[in-house]
């Protein structure tokens, strides 16, 4: 026998209560029983991204949700502009250039956070963008952005602010209305606790009359056609088929999320990742994240001669934990570990201990022991 856990950005551990749900018998979609539930998990997303306005559940993973972001803001021919710190940036870029728009790109090196003042110029250097799109943590390098800065520019801008938020939202703080975001988008599998297979959206008005023009080829992703079903009845529904189970393990995982509170959750989130953070700087390896270090991961460059991708192969098939390794080119280079969703107190202890024992059966200089003493330290005083 071998105990399975997961420490990845995402695919994310889910709680027992919300794996159980998924067990229960699949509910019609178009009745009042289901489009109770329906109801309540839309005013919980709504809580969870600090928004007054409609969200939509689309059945897809969160690339789902930055297509029909995309889709319905972007037209063939538009000037956008990209803010990209990694390789989710980079699928921005990508998208936006299949839609047949001209991307202006600004682009720091991995492990840095946008600059504002460079995110202010080409905002300027270009009036006539239409959206600005970002990432609230770039799970590819492990820094998060200043989002609530950036918010303050396009507020005054003709452009949009599309937030790719799926790992950030639901540890971190974030406040979609407040920071003058105009499309969120999110996925299920991360802070919010549930499998993979769910993603939402959400528009401020500014983003809405734009939609409401949009005149891009779409269908299952028309936003427009959601917000009808939404409000077309008393109670909501969907366009297409619900994906029931998810939606109904979705309620229950947003009642966690509910019940423990938006702040508490990403003081959690911020305590484990700084224990983590901690723990690794004590064992003597370097954090690949030069400022705004993620909550939802710590990324970490490989000591000298270690392949990441041994690494992570090694802690997931000896130990049974899944980390993760490094995407793009950061490939063998760096390794990720998660602390994001359903994550505790004794979840860093674990994670470093494994990196511990790994990195010393492959041979590497390290004292084993020195990075969970520091972790262990740390939590103790953040949990006092
Ligand atoms: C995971 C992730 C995605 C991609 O989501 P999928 O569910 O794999 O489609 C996009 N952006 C960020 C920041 C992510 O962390």
Same mark, same amino acid.
Do not use: F, V
């Given at each position: 026998m071998k105990k399975k856990y997961i420490m990845a950005p995402g695919p994310t551990e889910v709680p027992p209560e919300v794996l159980a749900e998924a067990a229960k018998p699949v509910m019609h979609h178009r009745t009042p029983q289901f489009r109770r539930i329906l109801t309540e998990v839309l005013d919980n997303m709504k809580y969870v991204l600090g928004t007054t306005r409609s969200v939509y559940i689309l059945a897809s993973s969160g690339t789902g949700a930055m297509e029909a972001a995309i889709a319905n803001v972007v037209s063939a021919g538009d000037k956008v502009i990209v803010g990209t710190i990694g390789a989710f940036g980079d699928r921005w870029e990508s998208m936006a250039k299949a839609y047949g728009a001209a991307v202006v790109k600004i682009a720091p090196e991995w492990g840095y956070a946008l600059k504002v003042e460079e995110v202010k110029a080409a905002l300027d250097a270009n009036p006539d963008a239409t959206a600005l799109f970002i990432q $609230? +943590? #770039?799970? %590819?390098?492990g820094v998060y952005n200043d989002v609530e800065a950036i918010g303050k520019l396009t507020a005054n801008h003709k452009a949009l602010l599309v937030v790719? =938020? &799926?790992?950030g939202i639901g540890a971190q703080p974030f406040y979609m209305d407040k920071w003058g975001v105009d499309v969120t988008v999110i996925g299920s599998?991360? =802070? $919010?606790? &549930? /499998?993979p297979g769910l993603a939402y959206v959400s528009c401020s008005e500014k983003a809405w009359k734009v939609i409401e023009a949009n005149k891009t080829p779409k269908f299952y992703f028309d936003l427009k056609r959601y917000e009808k079903s939404l409000t077309k009845e008393k109670m909501p529904d969907t /366009?297409?088929? %619900?994906a029931v189970s998810l939606i109904m393990q979705q309620a229950v995982a947003l009642r966690l999320i509910k019940e423990e509170t938006n702040e508490k959750v990403w003081e959690r989130h911020a305590k484990l990742s700084k224990a983590v953070r901690e723990g690794i700087k004590a064992l003597g390896l370097e954090l690949f994240?030069? #400022? +705004? /270090?993620a909550v939802v991961l710590t990324s970490i460059v490989a000591p000298q001669g270690i392949d990441t991708k041994i690494l992570v192969k090694k802690i997931r098939d000896d130990y049974g934990i899944s980390m993760a390794g490094g995407q793009g080119k950061m490939e063998g280079l760096i390794f990720r570990v998660g602390t994001l969703g359903?994550?505790?107190?004794f979840d860093p202890i674990m994670g470093v201990a494994a990196v511990e024992m790994a990195l010393k059966e492959m041979g590497a200089a390290i004292e084993i022991g020195k990075g969970v003493k520091r972790v262990m330290e740390v939590l103790m005083e953040d949990y006092k």
């Open positions: $609230l +943590n #770039e799970t %590819s390098t790719d =938020g &799926i790992s599998q991360k =802070g $919010l606790m &549930i /499998p /366009p297409w088929t %619900s994240a030069k #400022e +705004n /270090p359903y994550t505790d107190r």
